[in-house]
T-cell receptor
Framework: DGGITQSPKYLFRKEGQNVTLSCEQN?????MYWYRQDPGQGLRLIYY???????QKGDIAEGYSVSREKKESFPLTVTSAQKNPTAFYLC??????????FGQGTRLTVV | KNQVEQSPQSLIILEGKNCTLQ??????????LRWYKQDTGRGPVSLTI?????NTKSNGRYTATLDADTKQSSLHITASQLSDSASYIC?????????FGAGTTVTVRA
């Protein structure tokens, strides 16, 4: 089945650690996105990528990093510089003019 | 700057009642507008897509309208059910990225 897959569903991070969230799509979409969602709030854009080997910062990029080495993959690393990383993270892909598909999300908790 | 604004931020309705959510956008050029439903702890799922030439589109008890002249869309939920409790997000693709509204949280009470 075509779709977008995020893993893991739940992730726990110790303070000072870097962690990487996976996002894979087999929809042949050019654009991919990472969003952060805090309780009771809307989606906030972290990073987005229009094509392979290119990406742009969103509204809240500090403390995060991404790579786009393959069209299918857009991993997000939450670095130790992100002071409040506990949140729900959503990955999406689209061809911009078509429907955007979302993954099921990764819930990251700092322990 | 491309923006999408939704209202109200949240609302509570009794089961069986109707409600309407609003979305105003300034994204240009406009190609389409989408409404998504997001259950708590899940990824958003598409409800409807409205293109420039469409005024109304229904998906079961959900009816979306679009006024491209005023750049407004609404999502009407008819005969609400407990399962309608969720966040509803308006999304408008721009030239380079998707523009999201902050969402409206709907709570349906028995």
């Amino acid at each position: 089945d075509g779709g977008i897959t995020q893993s893991p569903k739940y992730l726990f991070r110790k303070e000072g650690q870097n962690v990487t969230l996976s996002c894979e799509q087999n929809l042949n979409h050019d654009a991919m996105y990472w969003y952060r969602q805090d309780p009771g709030q809307g989606l906030r854009l972290i990073y987005y990528s229009q094509i392979v080997n290119d990406f742009q910062k969103g509204d809240i990029a500090e403390g995060y990093s991404v790579s786009r080495e393959k069209k299918e993959s857009f991993p997000l690393t939450v670095t130790s510089a992100q002071k409040n990383p506990t949140a729900f993270y959503l990955c999406a892909s689209s061809n911009t003019r078509t429907e955007a598909f979302f993954g099921q999300g990764t819930r990251l908790t700092v322990v | 700057k491309n923006q999408v604004e939704q209202s109200p931020q949240s609302l509570i309705i009794l089961e069986g009642k109707n409600c309407t959510l609003q979305c105003n956008y300034t994204v240009s050029p406009f190609s389409n507008l989408r409404w998504y439903k997001q259950d708590t702890g899940r990824g958003p799922v598409s409800l409807t897509i409205m293109t420039f030439s469409e005024n109304t589109k229904s998906n079961g008890r959900y009816t979306a309208t679009l006024d491209a002249d005023t750049k407004q869309s609404s999502l009407h939920i008819t005969a609400s059910q407990l399962s309608d409790s969720a966040s509803y997000i308006c999304v408008v693709p721009g030239d380079y990225k998707l523009s999201f509204g902050a969402g409206t949280t709907v709570t349906v009470r028995a």
